[in-house]
């Protein structure tokens, strides 16, 4: 296919599955795919560029460790549960050209339990995805994001990632589990210290911002669910932090 854009698709992912073809599929305007595989074994993908990296220090060092193999003066940054919009490929081919940005941060919708959330904690959400090559690096563990290397701002692209996780609860639970592991053994290292406050009325902050004041209850059945999983993504980080404490 000719004509496609200078930008490096960086793809995390452990295994092979449908959205991750969905993901592939979505960026070949891109001149480069770059599967990152975390897995025991690398798979080779055709006409994608197929590395192995390790998540043993986390997301950050993981995606730090593909970057250095990206090919491509920009890139793009997707898991392997998203996919690039038709309008957000429009926007991105149009933007490098002239940029007025090293960094930006994309837009990503969340479609979840089979509904697309508009309010909650996902309904306005923003990433850094986009980056030129060599302008920023990955940081924190889990839940991480692009530093910049330059003063210049960060730019908001709107037209959105789409976000498609946790096909069951049980699979999101057990994503909570890992991801909260992480995270509390990272606030350990920074110094954070357990309390027994944030404990008690953190959870319960977190569901009434997401479900309440964020109109997670516009967003029905869904934005219920969802902000009560949330709710336990903060308790489980907590738990953590105390038994971590407890045991050290």
């Not at 003063?151 to 069951?168: A, F, L, Y």
């Not at 009434?208 to 059945?221: A, E, R, W």
Request: glycine share 6%.
């Amino acid at each position: 296919m000719t004509n496609k854009s200078p930008v490096t698709c960086v793809i995390l992912t452990q295994k092979t599955s449908n959205q991750l073809n969905r993901a592939i599929q979505s960026v070949q305007w891109c001149s480069e795919v770059l599967l990152a595989w975390t897995g025991t074994d690398t798979e080779t993908i055709p006409h994608c560029t197929n590395v192995s990296v390790s998540l043993k220090n986390g997301f950050a060092d993981a995606r730090n460790a593909a970057l250095q193999h990206a090919k491509q003066p920009w890139i793009l940054f997707l898991d392997d549960d998203e996919f690039a919009s038709a309008p957000l490929k429009n926007t991105i081919q149009k933007l490098i050209q002239t940029p007025d940005c090293d960094v930006y941060a994309v837009r990503r919708r969340d479609i979840f339990m089979g509904k697309l959330l508009h309010f909650g904690e996902c309904g306005q959400i923003s990433l850094t995805r986009l980056m030129k090559k060599g302008s920023a690096q990955w940081v924190r563990p889990v839940h991480e994001t692009l530093q910049t290397h330059t003063n210049r701002n960060i730019g908001h692209i709107s037209e959105p990632i789409i976000h498609t996780p946790h096909h069951t609860l049980s699979l999101f639970l057990q994503k909570i589990n890992a991801y909260t592991a992480a995270d509390a053994k990272y606030r350990a290292q920074q110094g954070k210290q357990f309390s027994l406050f944030e404990l008690f009325f953190f959870p319960v902050g977190k569901w009434i911002q997401s479900y309440i004041l964020k109109g997670g209850i516009f967003d029905g059945y869904a934005g219920f669910i969802h902000a009560s999983m949330m709710s336990i993504h903060s308790l489980s980080v907590r738990v953590k932090m105390y038994k971590g404490a407890k045991y050290a």
